[in-house]
Each structure stands twice: as structure tokens, then as C-alpha cells.
């Protein structure tokens, strides 16, 4: 999958409204590719791919690199997405006040004989800026053994600090077509799970357990920060939420070593295939030094599951 887009001005916010996604097909390791086109409904162009997305508009977007495609037992491929949305007006419209807002969808592709990749778009998931001033972003998907799907996203209280900073989760019975209205993802005792606006991965481990990766606070966040401890846990295959006394910390700010709040984010995990181990590739990053503002170094951190 392959983000991009030609911006008219000099404006990286340009780009909510510009982007738009192609995708590779590669037989021999991604030394080649046999198709490169960009993702686009039957029947519709790169100039309006699907119904409801038009470039210069409302933009097609993948946040960060934990929305890692899926491939369902249904043999359909899901690519979580963002996409921008419109106002009364028409126009580009950021309802939250915040820095972005964006809408969840899920592109469904199946592979056809000539290789190529027939999508169709799933609706939308939209949520409210009074409950989540930037939307729905940067969703992770995996299905659970009785074949629903689970979405988590990331949400922000930065425009509203008085509403807890959570993830938000919401389930498809259809593999992906049509999806539950989100709510908070919490702990499967039902507490509160405080996460601030940052990205989180759904990781589906060959040993059938399926693992969240993200940020946890102790108490609320405002908005993306703080972004530590990083935790990794168990996702319970009934309720679909997070089991509690699964969670294990895997990294955090080191006090007093280091003087400034370091930033454990903007990560991605998958399987090792030789041993099970999970491969968790990340940058500690710093941002509130002005001798180290988002500097860090690229760390790989392994764990056995």
C-alpha cells in the first residue's frame, strides 16, 4: 500500500484533502511488481476512486504504520483507512477544533486471477467531536476466532480536556462492511483504559492469541501526551476489550537518567517466523529539549511471547 498525493501549496495539512492510495503487487519479494495502480472502486477513476472520496476534497489517508492490512478467513483483504469529511458547506470541515478530524473506513479488496485487486469501500465510521475532538484516526484491525472484526482507534481529548482521553473500538459481523456506532475501548472488567491520542496495533499471534501494543496512562491524558509507558496485552476473544492482568509493561521514561519525558510511539510489531518472538521496531524520542526536540535513537526491542 502506497500513500501519496501532489499538494497545491506549501502546506503539509494540504495533504488531509490530497492524499490518495495505490497499491503494488509484487511475485517476486517486492523486487518487482506485476501491478502498481491506485486503489480504485469498479466503475470509478483516481479522479473520484470511490463514492464519497474525491481528491482535493475529502482525502484517503493511512495514519501510521500499525494499520497493517489484514487478510480475513472469509479471503477478503482489509486495509484500515482514514478519510476527511465535509462540512454543510461542502468543504473540508474539522468539527473538533482540533488539529485534524477524520472518519474510520476499511478498504475490502479480493484478489482476482490477473492479480489485480477488486476493492470496494466499507461505511463509514464517524464519531462524535464532542466525545472525540479529532475523530476516529489511525484504526488497527484483527479478527477474533468467531470471525467478528474488531477496530481500535486512536481518539483525542486535546480540544476537550474534560472528556477522558481513551481508544475507541467498534465490530463488523459482515467482515468489514458495515460497523458497530464506536465506543471507549475499556479493560474486559469494564474500568477505564487511558491512552492518549497516539496509535496502537492489533497483532494476531500464530500461537491463536491476539495482542494489543499502545499507550496506557495511570490517569487522563491531554491529548497525545503523554506517550509512556508503551504496554503490550492480551485481547480477551469474548468481549473483544483488554484483559487487565495481561498488560506488562514494555518500556517507559526512564527518571531520573533521563531528564525530559520521552515519547514511545509511532512503533510497529510483527512475528518473528523463525522463533514466535514479537519484533516491536520503535524510536525513543524525545521532545520537550530543546538540545533534543524529537530526536531519539531506533531501538528493537523482542519479546517472547
Known amino acids: 500500500m502506497v500513500m501519496e498525493g501532489v499538494l497545491p501549496i506549501d502546506d503539509p495539512l494540504e495533504a488531509f484533502r490530497w492524499w490518495t492510495l495505490r497499491y503494488r503487487v509484487s511475485l517476486d519479494g517486492g523486487h518487482t ?39 480475513t478467513r472469509g479471503g477478503t483483504i482489509l486495509v484500515p483507512t482514514n478519510l476527511t469529511v465535509l462540512g454543510p458547506d461542502g468543504r473540508y470541515a474539522n468539527p473538533g477544533g482540533s488539529l485534524c478530524f477524520l472518519d474510520a473506513a ?5 484478489r482476482g486471477q490477473d492479480y489485480r485487486i477488486r476493492w470496494e469501500l466499507s461505511d463509514r465510521v464517524s464519531n462524535d467531536p464532542a466525545r472525540s475532538s479529532r475523530g476516529c484516526l489511525e484504526p488497527t484491525l484483527a479478527q477474533a476466532p ?11 481529548n486535546d480540544a476537550i480536556p ?17 460497523w458497530s456506532t464506536p465506543e471507549p475501548w475499556t479493560y474486559a472488567d469494564g474500568g477505564t483504559l487511558f491512552s492518549p491520542g497516539s496509535s496502537s496495533q492489533l497483532l494476531q499471534h500464530s500461537g491463536g492469541v491476539l495482542y494489543w501494543l499502545g499507550n496506557i496512562t495511570p490517569e487522563n491524558p491531554r491529548g497525545s501526551y503523554p506517550r509512556y509507558p508503551l504496554v503490550i496485552g492480551r485481547v480477551d476473544p469474548a468481549s473483544l476489550l483488554l484483559a487487565r492482568d495481561t498488560v506488562f509493561v514494555i518500556d517507559t521514561w526512564q527518571q531520573p537518567d533521563e531528564p525530559t519525558p520521552v515519547m514511545l510511539s509511532s512503533f510497529m510489531a510483527h512475528e518473528d517466523r523463525q522463533n514466535g518472538d514479537i519484533l516491536l521496531h520503535m524510536t525513543r524520542a524525545f521532545r520537550d529539549s530543546p538540545d533534543q526536540y524529537w530526536t531519539g535513537d531506533a531501538y528493537l526491542y523482542r519479546l517472547e511471547p
Open 33 to 71: 511488481t506485476v501491478v502498481d495502480e491506485p486503489v480504485t472502486q469498479e466503475g470509478h477513476t483516481a479522479e473520484q476512486p470511490f463514492e464519497g472520496v474525491l481528491p482535493g476534497k475529502v482525502g484517503m489517508i493511512m495514519g501510521d504504520i500499525t494499520q497493517t492490512p489484514i487478510r
Open 146 to 156: 468467531d470471525g467478528r472484526i474488531l477496530m481500535v482507534m486512536r481518539g483525542s
Open 106 to 110: 476499511v478498504l475490502i479488496g479480493r
Open 162 to 178: 474534560d472528556q477522558p482521553g481513551v481508544k475507541w473500538s467498534t465490530i463488523s459481523h459482515n467482515e468489514g462492511r458495515t
